[in-house]
């Protein structure tokens, strides 16, 4: 081997540190960036004719286990839809009370009422008093209220996933273009054989936030494209050539395609009690189904709204769709069940604050219906107007009736060929849903059915999301074993570098001094 050889192999060590460093300068600047996958040089012995002749340098490899982040993104996506959840559901927990309350000392829908049954057996006893007849109009109002607010909440945090839902689609259009981009860049350098480990970390970490906002898979080809598709297995295409088209027909990224909330920003946005989402039935059902691009034609789309699950997006669907709607029945089979026994006593303390006889019909809206019904429920003019007539010229008959059969618990009390009985199924705009509680009880039993029917829903997304956090913090300890950046043990190779970038200085430095003897040597 002559001076020349060495000189170049040294030189191939520098050149071989250099880039060991840049990896390794990468890893400790991204240390703590969510996403990323720590890098490994790729550095092996280059050999010609049998003879040592330096260093090559190969492919960067990113330290990625797909076993585990796929359980990530998968667990990723359930944490996100139980954060949503229990966050939305709070809103509902703040105004409902607690059933295991003190009697009185709380607005729940059975407290409320309970006060009206007390004020109402306090008439009883001195009828002709103003202020035990006001009494009754007070706690009537206040039972009304409470109805108004928990009815005002549901709609307001449905509002609010369905904003959500616009919001979010239009985040996971911007995320999985970015990886249709992303992607387009990796095939093609890995096509000619160059690095790709930069861009494919680029794309992990935006993976990393589609995780959380939608249940997703990911499928790398050979080529190095990736297929994404929902958690039953429904594409999600990342550029319009995935799915037959040209990509000339879409800017990327983008956050308009391949998805749409608002069937291509026709839809309303606004939701009332009335309206809901049925799917392939867009002319009786207001909310738009969220499409996805499917290459049949540039703008033609399908509806997979049921396909999108977990995640942000899919957790606010089900709020938008299911939880608040399934609510809102309860509420209004409450209200009607509460006008309805009232008026059967013989006391119309309750309307629909219309001048319109109440219809009990579950899918049509009041006053033709019971849907919306716990909005428009108020106490009657002529009462609140005139307490009075709540024992006229001190009658106790109609209150005496009232307690001992509209807050009676006996099947004629409750049912009575089931004309008194509360609404349980075939309930709101779609006649879809259902209370999940009997509604052959008494008043104060279906609303603390009510109550604990809810509270249930509100305590398991709580329950769960601390169980699917804890599950998550372990699966993210195991990727972090295996993919996340050891400052330490990079700070190690740093110093293993240096002593190597000074070994091959030096013996350059050495070569060069031998070549300045020789030369002079030869002068």
């Known amino acids: 081997m002559d001076l020349g050889s060495a000189l170049s192999i040294a030189s191939s060590g520098l050149n071989g540190i250099e880039y060991q460093y840049s990896v390794v300068s990468q890893n400790v600047a991204n240390s703590s960036t969510t996403g990323y996958a720590s890098e490994s040089a790729s550095v092996t012995s280059a050999v010609a004719g049998n003879q040592g002749t330096g260093v090559r340098i190969g492919k960067t ?7 585990l982040q796929s359980s990530l993104y998968t667990q990723n996506a359930k944490v996100s839809a139980l954060t949503s959840s229990s966050n939305s559901l709070a809103a509902v927990e703040s105004v409902q ?16 009422l309970g006060n009206v049954q007390s004020a109402l057996t306090s008439l009883t006893s001195t009828p002709l008093d103003s202020s035990a007849q006001t009494a009754v109009i007070t706690a009537a109002t206040s039972l009304t209220d409470t109805i108004h607010t928990l009815a005002s ?17 239009s985040t996971i259009n911007q995320n999985l273009t970015q990886i249709g981009q992303l992607s387009k860049q990796i095939m093609g350098l890995q096509a000619v054989g160059s690095d790709t480990s930069s ?11 589609l995780s959380s906002e939608l249940g997703v898979k990911f499928t790398e080809t050979s080529k190095g494209d990736m297929i994404v598709t929902t958690e039953d297995g429904t594409q999600l295409p990342t550029r319009p050539d995935q799915i037959g088209l040209s990509n000339n027909t879409q800017t990327l990224p983008s956050n308009t395609w391949p998805l749409s909330a608002t069937n291509g920003g026709t839809a309303s946005t606004t939701i009332t009690d009335s309206m809901y989402y049925k799917a392939g039935d867009p002319a009786n059902s207001p909310i738009a189904g969220i499409t996805v691009a499917d290459g049949t034609t540039n ?19 089900t709020l938008r769709d299911t939880t608040y709607p399934t609510m809102q029945a309860q509420l209004d089979s409450f209200s009607a069940t509460l006008i309805n026994r009232f008026n059967n006593a013989g006391m119309s303390l309750f309307t629909n604050g219309t001048n319109t006889a109440q219809s009990y019909d579950t899918t049509k809206t009041t006053p033709d219906g019971i849907v919306g019904l716990s909005s428009a429920i108020s106490v009657s003019d002529s009462y609140s107007t005139t307490p009075s007539q709540l024992a006229p010229d001190g009658s106790i008959s109609t209150i005496t009736k009232v307690l001992s059969t509209t807050f009676g618990t006996s099947s004629d009390d409750v049912d009575d060929g089931g ?55 372990t699966i993210n ?4 074993n295996v993919s996340g950046v050891n400052v330490n043990n990079e700070m190690s190779k740093i110093v293993a570098l240096q002593n190597a970038y000074t070994a091959n200085a030096k013996i350059i430095s050495s070569v060069q001094t031998m070549f300045s003897a020789l030369l002079n040597a030869i002068n």
């Open 153 to 169: 909440t549901y709609t307001q945090q449905r509002q609010t996933a369905e904003n959500t839902i616009v919001s979010t689609v």
């Open 61 to 67: 490899v990113v330290n990625v286990s797909p076993f």
């Open 97 to 112: 009370g607690s059933t295991s309350a003190t009697s009185g000392d709380t607005q729940t829908l059975s407290d409320e």
């Open 199 to 209: 861009l494919e970390n680029s794309r992990l970490e935006v993976m990393n936030d």
């Open 477 to 480: 300890t195991k990727v972090t």
């Open 299 to 317: 703008t033609s789309t399908t509806d997979i709204t049921s396909h999108l699950t977990s995640g942000t997006l899919g957790a606010n669907i």
């Open 419 to 473: 004309t008194l009985s509360a609404p349980t199924t075939g309930l709101g705009p779609s006649g879809t849903l259902q209370t999940g509680y009997s509604g052959t009880q008494g008043l104060v039993a279906l609303a603390t059915s009510l109550t604990s029917a809810q509270g249930a829903v509100i305590g398991t997304a709580s329950t769960n999301l601390t169980y699917a956090t804890a599950v998550q913090t």
